[in-house]
Nanobody, 117 residues
Framework: QVQLVESGGDLVQPGDSLRLSCTAS????????IGWFRQAPGKEREAVAC???AVLSPVQNRFTISRDNAKNTVYPQMPDLKFEDPAVYYC???????????????WGQGTQVTVSS
């Protein structure tokens, strides 16, 4: 079955760090750019980061993304979480190898990140 599964969402305090995971099955994740998005209640979905196949651990919007090709998994690392960061975080497979355009053809189910003191 071709799918993406996110995990790692949690309830954290402001200033905490969190590492999410996006694991692919049914295809080779390293052959695609992978995007990360989030959607907070009542807000539009927004893109937060993307990793192309040839880029190692880019930093975008405070997030560092890394790949473990042996595990078919991408990990966005979110440092210093803030009150504006809570949302459902989604990963998505880009149809190509480079983070260009909005041609995402497969989405995960999302993982919830909550920030509360």
């Amino acid at each position: 079955q071709v799918q993406l599964v996110e995990s790692g969402g949690d309830l954290v305090q402001p200033g905490d760090s969190l590492r999410l995971s996006c694991t692919a099955s049914g295809f080779t994740l390293s052959s695609h750019a992978i995007g990360w998005f989030r959607q907070a209640p009542g807000k539009e979905r927004e893109a937060v980061a993307c990793i192309s196949i040839a880029v190692l651990s880019p930093v975008q919007n405070r997030f560092t993304i890394s790949r473990d090709n042996a595990k078919n998994t991408v990990y966005p690392q979110m440092p210093d979480l803030k009150f504006e960061d809570p949302a459902v975080y989604y990963c998505a497979r880009h149809a190509g190898a480079v983070c260009r355009g909005e041609n995402y053809d497969l989405w995960g189910q999302g993982t919830q990140v909550t920030v509360s003191s």
